[in-house]
């Protein structure tokens, strides 16, 4: 192994997660297993992932229920939170953590969500310039650094973060279309990259935004923003066994309603992996040495199905 390539490192989604219990018993499994991290959502609206428990007091729970397992939000909304305040919050759960928390953080994409609350959707200009700001402040905060900012939708004049972080927290964002890739590349140390965010609040469910070239386009411009800092990329994805991938492709490209000529297509996506547990490593290998993606996601409810995958990346 080249030893400048990064290594593989997996976590666990908690989509299903609607108790303490239930909580407590995923994040000792996924620690069990192998996995990395546990990350939660921030929503509080059901519709598209179901509920979910606020994740902050609830990732600090998870941090006394486990002694090695990381814990990271993917992500919180930006405008849910002043980023003094989520600052706070962060170090907190960071330093009741031991240094495990991994703060992800978003410019908010869900329509429905904001006007359930009543709070206002601006355009999306404006609420990526305002994540933009935000990274700004949680950077110099979450550094332990004295920060002082002007922009124009924060200011900050003197302020600090207590309880210190040892080490900054890894900022990650998630993002899909070129301005936010350029911020996340920018300011982040780790890069969701992900389908375009549609401005009627949905997300995108083009094939194109699938596709081998998109992903390599959208590498391309993390890495141009980034400007040599080395970033971490990853990627949420649902993987579907079966014992034979291109059948399982077809069955993939049926469900998602892009029809069964569309198997090899799946085959080929930097998000889709199907076949057996060996073959998905196999294709995650081939995908980090040409696209640079080491640090994949799962849903917890595949995360038993997924741990032999993590066994055969892991040698």
Not at 216 to 224: H, L, Q, T, Y
Request: charged share 25%; glycine share 12%.
């Amino acid at each position: 192994m080249d030893e400048h390539r990064r290594p593989f490192r997996f976590g666990v989604m908690g989509e299903s997660i609607r108790s303490g219990a239930e909580l407590v018993a995923t994040a000792r499994r996924a620690e069990a297993l192998g996995y990395t991290t546990l990350t939660l959502r921030d929503h509080f609206v059901s519709d598209p992932f179901g509920d979910q428990l606020a994740p902050m007091p609830a990732l600090a729970a998870a941090a006394c229920a486990t002694s090695t397992l990381r814990l990271g939000t993917m992500v919180v909304s930006n405008d849910f939170r002043h980023p003094v305040m989520l600052a706070k919050e962060a170090a907190t759960l960071d330093h009741l953590s031991g240094g495990r928390f991994e703060l992800g953080v978003g410019a908010g994409w869900h329509r429905g969500e904001y006007e359930a609350a009543g709070m206002p959707f601006d355009p999306a200009g404006v609420r990526v310039g305002r994540l933009e700001e935000a990274l700004q402040v949680l950077r110099g905060l979450l550094s332990g650094e004295k920060t002082t900012f002007t922009g124009e939708h924060y200011r900050i004049d003197g302020l600090s973060v207590f309880p210190r972080p040892g080490a900054r927290p890894p900022l990650a964002v998630g993002a899909g279309a070129r301005r936010m890739l350029g911020v996340a590349g920018r300011h982040a140390d780790i890069v969701g990259v992900l389908p375009r965010a549609l401005p009627d609040g949905t997300i995108s469910d083009e094939i194109e935004e699938r596709l081998p070239e998109t992903i390599a386009r959208k590498v391309g411009w993390v890495r141009e923003a980034a400007g040599g800092r080395d970033v971490e990329l990853s990627m949420m994805v649902n993987p579907t066994f079966g014992a034979d991938p291109h059948r399982t492709a077809a069955k993939v490209a049926v469900l998602r309603g892009w029809g069964t000529s569309s198997a090899d297509l799946v085959l080929d996506m930097p998000s889709q992996f199907v076949g057996p547990p060996e073959h998905i490593a196999e294709q995650m290998a081939a995908r980090r040495e040409r696209y640079g993606f080491t640090y994949y996601q799962v849903p917890d409810s595949a995360m038993e199905e997924f741990a032999p995958v993590i066994a055969f990346l892991r040698g």
